[in-house]
């Protein structure tokens, strides 16, 4: 069965400081890869996504995501965080051929001043 | 054009009520998820629309959850006898194709507190 794994549940970082989420997945095939990011009242947001092709993906607000099929992980990155980076950020996966997204539980970032 | 919007936003029933959920899409998206996401935890797929059919429902947890989407845009998601345990923020999305390799855009949700 597909999982997806998001082992930081809570991460603090500084403003302006690097950010790294991490994401593994178990899937029998390269699935489609996402994340989203949940803010307080709003709305699951797109950041990115991996389809195929560059292992590095560009996504808006600043965001990146590097694809390591050896190690079955999606993590993303931010260079400097700002404020409003706060919130929650979900790995999400997609088997190709298929209906449904998998979502991690979810890791929720705070940025201290 | 708008984006996906749920109404109500919150809701607060009582313990063996029945509950309607409501979801317009975006104009134009022939498909059409709903999401359960308990406290803490990611979203959990329901089911999916493709048009006005059930194209998998294999994430609705029991028979008491039921979801229509009668003229293939808006969907209503029904919850029969409800239980605590059905208390959590209920999330619709849709896609212009669907498919898990079509981007879903999310509605902000409907908070279902069961007392």
């Known amino acids: 069965a597909q999982s997806v794994t998001q082992p930081d549940i809570h991460i603090t970082v500084s403003e302006g400081a690097s950010l790294e989420l991490r994401c593994n997945y178990s899937?029998?095939?390269?699935?489609?890869l996402f994340w989203y990011v949940q803010s307080p009242g709003q709305g699951l947001q797109l950041l990115l996504k991996?389809?195929?092709?560059?292992?590095l993906v560009q996504g808006i607000k600043g965001f990146e995501a590097e694809f390591k099929r050896s190690q079955s992980s999606f993590n993303l990155r931010k260079p400097s965080v700002h404020w409003s980076d706060a919130a929650e950020y979900f790995c999400?996966?997609?088997?190709?051929?298929?209906?449904?997204?998998?979502f991690g539980t979810g890791t929720s970032l705070t940025v201290i001043p | 054009g708008a984006g996906v919007s749920q109404t109500p936003s919150n809701k607060v029933t009582e313990k063996g009520k029945y509950v309607e959920l409501r979801c317009d899409p975006i104009?134009?998206?022939?498909?059409l998820y709903w999401y359960r996401q308990s406290l803490g935890q990611g979203p959990e797929f329901l089911i999916y629309?493709?048009?006005?059919?059930?194209?998998?429902d294999s994430g609705l947890p029991n028979d008491r959850f039921f979801a229509v989407r009668p003229e293939g845009s808006v969907s209503t998601l029904k919850i029969q006898r409800t239980e605590r345990g059905d208390s959590a923020v209920y999330l619709c999305?849709?896609?212009?194709?669907?498919?898990?390799?079509?981007?879903?855009?999310f509605g902000p949700g409907t908070r279902l507190t069961v007392l």
């Open positions: 999305a849709s896609s212009f194709r669907g498919g898990a390799g079509d981007t879903q855009y």
């Open positions: 899937y029998g095939a390269t699935p489609y």
């Open positions: 991996y389809f195929s092709g560059d292992t």
């Open positions: 999400a996966v997609g088997a190709r051929g298929g209906n449904q997204f998998y």
């Open positions: 104009s134009g998206h022939t498909a």
């Open positions: 629309f493709q048009g006005t059919g059930a194209a998998d």
